[in-house]
């Protein structure tokens, strides 16, 4: 899998237990796939679908990692094995939510497109 973005879990991003709030960590994992789609896609794209599990726990004050692999390209669709880890002090990376995003590449008008896939 490759590295797609790195983030540093803040307060406002927690819930009143201080571990991250779910809906940071699907941003995230979001944010990571919309990155991969452009490098895929060359271009611009929108999320289309979204399915993840929660494994662990993510803490405050800890690094998320997202990364990401591709599963499928389809005409104007792309889906990706997308996974979210936090990284503890002695660099272990614990997995913290994983699942499958889809996104469909849109040109300037907003209608799909299609595209030569770059999976490099």
């Not at 289309?48 to 104007?76: Q, R």
Request: glycine share 12%; with cysteine.
């Amino acid at each position: 899998m490759k590295l797609l973005i790195r983030n540093i879990c803040q307060p406002e991003n927690t819930n009143p237990y201080g571990t991250g709030h779910g809906g940071w960590i699907t941003t995230q994992i979001a944010h990571g796939g919309i990155y991969y789609s452009q490098i895929v896609s060359g271009g611009a794209a929108v999320l289309t679908d979204v399915n993840v599990k929660f494994k662990s726990p993510m803490h405050l004050g800890k690094f998320i990692c997202i990364y990401g692999d591709v599963k499928s390209v389809k005409g104007s669709k792309m889906t990706f094995s997308l996974e979210a880890r936090r990284v503890e002090l002695n660099k272990k990376e614990v997995l913290v939510a994983a699942g499958n995003l889809s996104y469909v590449a849109v040109g300037k008008t907003g209608k799909p497109r299609k595209f030569k896939a770059n999976l490099k």
